[in-house]
């Protein structure tokens, strides 16, 4: 029985002096209200934070990696033990990625054909084979709510030779992917736009991707290496020949200026690593910018990272505290950091959407950028 | 002003059958009703946990090292960020020890004399001096609620000599540390026992300890590598002589079944990192004694670690989900480990105390070894 129909989505609203547009995705685990930000959990857990923080935090959906969880516990592992929402204890939507951007970047890639990638492991160097229908197989069993089309991601920089293969093979893909997904016609399927930055790439990728008529609309191979200003012109390439009435994912997109830019460019949806993954490194958001919390200057700080912070960090440590534990290495200050970036990404785009609500964006995009020091 | 008087303790109930008590020690931070555990928050946080999860817990003190807070962040920075209470957001009452046993047994040791300790540091190889006027300094700057006399610890096995030599040492020290503490005299200081496992000298020991008058009376050299009987010789040698009216603190026993050992033997409270250390290596308490989690046939284990147990660990997650964690080092796995172990130890902490309250300690204790695999 195909339970397409509890999946939906509508713009409720489109800012008037910038494409940022207001929106709800419906899923069988629960409503996303977009412009929304995907928390990573790359191994079916948000590093260091238990599903109810997250809840309290405001994230309405997360990201897992299907390569990772292949690799372990195993697909089948997640589905034996009932999908990746019973296993991680999260009652709320999750979107899966492919695989590909993975095999791109973390393993080792020994042959890429049109039938598939085969790699090696970066845990263990064992052998595998990634075909579209693997990875729609292999979504299946994790059994997340939003789930992507298999893609090759091209580097930054790239040569227009390889660019257009890598656009071109994705775009067999996702057609094969279309057709083991109707099979099944569980989850939100979204077929990814490649076409690194060559404006005419992006163009051709995205009409074919539009042509599929899937679900859901990703643009990939962004956020690679290139500058924000390379991104933006393809997201205003791109953009335009998008069908309103389909979400919009940025795959890999997390800080707090290109999630501005690219929510005034249409995109509806981000996930990224970067708010988790720079506070285990120590470092934090502020409205003044990022800061190093490791820094000698914090030793006997008694303040918060942020005065009027909300989030627990803020509220019961101060930055001395948390440089001992950081500098101890001890789990409770990655924790901490961790919570606090979360709740500063969420609560951004919370403010955006208010923004948008209120005929507010450009002035409140503006004001942030002015304050924000990189 | 004097804050002596905030402390108390008194034995409420003196079990029938074996030397267990039941007891209140009131402090400024709140009452301990022991027998009590603490967990180890070594660097003024007990690994992967928050305050307000340790609360929830059950937990009614815990125990930070004033050697590692000495070397990171410094007790001089600890008190300029408020003292320990304030630093770590923790509202119940806190011991230190005094750091003789972290010299001992984490440090390069380069010298002893009746002075003190000169040492270098595990973090930095860098040269420091303990002194029993140091590590009281040291203590205060730190401000916890009971703190210990500065003690030399003997190895075991270790020679008669050496066990005496040390003993002495030790004694000198508790004489030095107790003039220093009363110009203060605003927190609840113990006085350390040693002799090794000789019984000669731990009477010698005891009685000399018992003569200082401190409010507090520790135990300590015991869990060092000797036999669990071996221990209990030494309670049985020392506690005869022991006040009733003063608190006994057993140092570094935390295991489930020696814990009812020493509480049967007259102990009162117990420090270990046991509990949360073996947690962090995948370790978890049942009922029917240790498992290891990461062993594959918890691998598509849907069951929780312990049917029934009302942990956050056992009430939301699969024996299977945590293997996941624990082998990929994801810091949810150790933080639910950790969770379950420590409300296991805390929960048999109540079950003590309840039991001993209703006359059923022996049996109580009878019944867990029994079922208790090691």
Redesign the interface.
């Known amino acids: 029985m195909s339970k397409e129909k509890s999946f939906q989505f509508e713009v409720i609203k489109q800012d008037k002096q910038t494409r940022a547009r207001l929106g709800v995705l419906t899923t069988p685990h629960g409503i996303i209200y977009t412009p929304a930000f995907l928390p990573v959990g790359t ?3 948000v ?4 599903p109810e923080e997250l809840e309290s935090l405001g994230t309405q959906v997360v990201l897992a990696n299907a390569y990772h969880l292949y690799l ?2 195993g697909d089948q ?1 997640v589905k ?3 999908g990746l929402h019973k ?3 999260w009652k709320r939507p999750i979107m899966t990625d492919s695989g590909g951007f993975q095999v791109f970047s973390l393993a080792k890639l020994n042959k890429i054909t049109n039938k598939g990638m085969e790699f090696q492991s970066h845990v263990n160097g064992s052998k595998h084979f990634f075909t579209p229908k693997k990875v729609i197989e292999i979504q299946e069993n994790l059994g997340a709510d939003l789930i992507m089309s298999f893609d090759q991601c091209a580097p930054y920089p790239c040569s227009k030779k390889l660019a257009k293969e890598a656009m071109e093979r994705t775009h067999l893909w996702a057609e094969d992917c279309k057709k083991y997904w109707e099979e099944g016609n569980k989850q939100f399927l979204y077929g990814i736009i490649q076409g690194s930055t060559y404006s005419d790439l992006r163009k051709q990728s995205a009409k074919f991707i539009v042509g599929l008529d899937l679900p859901g609309i990703a643009i990939g191979g962004v956020s690679v290496g290139e500058p924000p200003s390379k991104m933006y012109e393809v997201l205003d390439v791109v953009e335009p020949l998008l069908p309103q009435d389909k979400p919009r994912h940025l795959l890999g997109v997390g800080s707090p200026l290109e999630i501005l830019g690219s929510v005034s460019r249409g995109m509806d949806t981000f996930d990224c690593v970067l708010p988790t993954r720079i506070a285990r490194n120590g470092a934090v958001y502020t409205k003044d910018g990022r800061v190093n919390l490791k820094n000698a200057g914090f ?2 700080d ?1 303040d918060p990272i942020e005065k009027g912070c909300q989030c ?1 960090a803020c509220k ?3 930055c ?2 948390l ?3 950081l ?2 290495n ?6 901490l950091t961790t919570l606090h970036n979360l709740h500063f990404i969420l609560s951004l785009m919370k403010d955006i959407r208010e923004s948008i609500k209120k005929d507010r964006f450009e002035e409140f995009k503006k004001k942030f950028i002015e304050r924000y020091k990189i």
Chains 1, 2 share one sequence.
Not at 47 to 50: D, M, P
Not at 330 to 335: A, D, M, T, Y
């Open positions: 191994l079916a857990t590093r260091t934070i238990t372990q516990p592992v034996k033990l009932g296993m991680m204890n030793k006997i008694k627990y019961n440590y101060s001395g505290y440089r001992h534990l500098m101890t001890e789990i409770l200050g990655i924790r």
